[in-house]
């Protein structure tokens, strides 16, 4: 009998393959894609209980296309001539990482919402089912499984190739960052859930750092690329500090840093260090990885080189618009010369932001923790508890009321 775990693993490795070669074949994603989920479930049930077969990529492919033949209703003549092309060896129809890099490109278009995009990544590359996506999200599978089918409705409508565009083509940059972006915003939402009762979603995370090396093998010498996945190695080798027995958020500066992953921060350090020796003008992930490998060099938070990490917000400023890029020169400001600069820097970000941190709650934390620098204790209990207030994540929650709590006993009068 063979392991589950070990099934489940190589199912989700082929996943992507062999979607990405009945794709090519019959040009019909849609189908394809259900059709190859129907063959892994099939194959989760059949595997642990009669072993692996000898080639499973060829099993599950023969799977598929006969799934996808009946779905289609397709003459006996067909299926007998695809089940014949299943037979053949892959390469036939291209290196299996072409056809996950054109997946992804397929399921990170631009034309996408990113919601949409992330939700398809995970079920097409990533290998995870409706229900596992949903619950991941938070929300019902019904309503996960409504978003992906509008998700590749809209692919069909809009007649995406299956393609990884080539170099120089007009939309490969663009399309290649929505790819870029989609890893991003997965790999953040696993590291700190956006709300809910946990601080961490690890499987989600773990997805995003899977399919970033996927993409990195795949175009090694995209340094954007590689400074993405630098960025998730240095932030990822963090997590064991990052929480309590209770799972309550400790902050970076408490937290022990002989917890963190010296092999991840290693691995990451290299890696970018490698993207800049190959010269070009630095990228938003390339710079957001070196603030995270300034942060991770220190083996204490005193030894931090904030005026370094303040420079490098200053030229990401350059390359992004993202106000939490501010924000966090703010924290950096006030770090390496004292909170007044910051507190000022904050206010110019709040009378001009119109956008994401109009009344968000991080906006509200970074103030209450300058004010609180700069001794304005009543002013900065008051951010705390509007941050507090805010936030749907429960951890950030818990963590910035015990801030609020802690300030104002320390801030009371004496009694007696």
């Not at 409705?153 to 007009?170: I, N, T």
């Amino acid at each position: 009998m063979t392991d589950g775990p070990g099934v489940e693993d190589l199912l989700r490795s082929l996943a992507p393959q062999v979607l990405g070669l009945l794709a090519r074949r019959r040009e019909d994603f849609d189908a394809c894609e259900d059709a190859v989920q129907e063959a892994l479930i099939t194959a989760a049930r059949h595997w642990p209980v009669h072993g692996i077969p000898e080639n499973p990529r060829g099993w599950l492919l023969l799977t598929a296309t006969r799934r996808h033949t009946d779905q289609v209703r397709s003459e006996a003549a067909r299926r007998r001539r695809e089940e014949r092309v299943a037979r053949e060896p892959a390469p036939a129809a291209g290196p299996a990482g072409d056809d996950t890099l054109a997946l992804l490109f397929m399921c990170c278009h631009p034309t996408l919402t990113p919601a949409s995009a992330i939700a398809l990544t995970l079920r097409a590359v990533g290998g995870l089912t409706t229900a596992e996506i949903a619950a991941a999200y938070l929300v019902p599978e019904a309503t996960m499984a409504q978003r992906i089918s509008r998700a590749k409705q809209r692919l069909k409508a809009r007649s995406v190739v299956f393609e990884v565009p080539v170099p120089g083509a007009p939309d490969r940059s663009a399309r290649l960052g929505s790819v870029l972006h989609v890893l991003y915003l997965l790999f953040n939402e696993g590291y700190t859930a956006s709300g809910g009762s946990v601080l961490h979603r690890a499987d989600l995370s773990a997805e995003a750092v899977r399919l970033a090396r996927q993409v990195h093998r795949l175009l090694p010498d995209e340094g954007e690329v590689a400074g993405l996945l630098a960025l998730m190695l240095l932030t990822e080798a963090r997590r064991p500090a990052r929480t309590g027995p209770h799972g309550e958020l400790i902050p970076l500066a408490e937290q022990d840093r002989t917890l963190w992953d010296r092999r991840l921060i290693q691995e990451g350090s290299t890696l970018l260090i490698g993207t800049f020796a190959k010269g070009g003008g630095p990228g938003t992930y390339r710079l957001q990885a070196a603030v995270a490998a300034v942060h991770d060099a220190a083996a204490r938070a005193e030894d931090t080189d904030w005026p370094q990490i303040h420079g490098l917000y200053e030229l990401l400023e350059h390359v992004t618009d993202n106000p939490l890029v501010t924000l966090n020169r703010a924290v950096a400001l006030a770090m390496a010369d004292g909170p007044a600069a910051a507190l000022a820097l904050l206010d110019e970000l709040a009378a001009e932001d119109r956008g994401p941190l109009a009344g968000h709650h991080r906006m509200h934390a970074v103030r209450a923790h300058l004010l609180e620098m700069a001794g304005e204790a009543a002013s900065a209990l008051r951010h705390y508890r509007l941050a507090a207030a805010l936030t749907t994540s429960t951890p950030e929650q818990r963590y910035l009321t015990t801030k609020a709590a802690r300030l104002y006993e320390s801030s009371r009068p004496p009694t007696g």
